[in-house]
């Protein structure tokens, strides 16, 4: 009886514990920002694909932003050339909490208006 106990309370924890890996915590959720730039290095590897790109800020000064996708087993379709240097994208996501110009990408769109799918892999758990 008390490993059945166990068992089931194990099974509840996995999700919390995958939440506790991810470390989302660090993520404004409240305020998602949309950003426009170029890429620069898109880095198709585990645990999380990576997206360097500049973006130019209000002033026209040019910012080096990183952003975060999920695994690349996660993205269907996606290879390591889907995103090259020179590529336009727009990334809508969530912004650093310290200010970092870090971001956990939640939609992403090409140049030419495509949205790149992220399969909803990307899209942040609500939780407590």
């Keep these: 009886m008390v490993n059945k106990f166990f068992n089931a309370a194990g099974l509840f924890l996995i999700p919390a514990l995958a939440v506790a890996h ?8 409240t305020s998602p920002i949309t950003l426009e730039g ?3 290095e898109f880095h198709f ?16 000064h040019l910012q080096k932003w990183q952003a975060e996708l999920t695994s690349p087993l996660h993205l269907k379709g996606w290879t390591a050339t889907s995103l090259e240097p020179g590529n336009r994208i727009k990334a809508t996501g969530y912004r650093a909490k310290s200010g970092a110009l870090y971001l956990w990408i939640t939609r992403l769109i090409s140049s030419n208006g495509i949205e790149l799918n992220t399969n909803g892999s990307n899209l942040i758990p609500d939780v407590p």
């Design 22 to 29: 991810h470390g989302f915590a660090v993520f404004d959720r």
């Design 38 to 40: 170029t890429v620069t």
């Design 45 to 60: 590897t585990n645990p999380h694909c990576i997206i360097d790109f500049e973006v130019k800020d209000d002033k026209g």
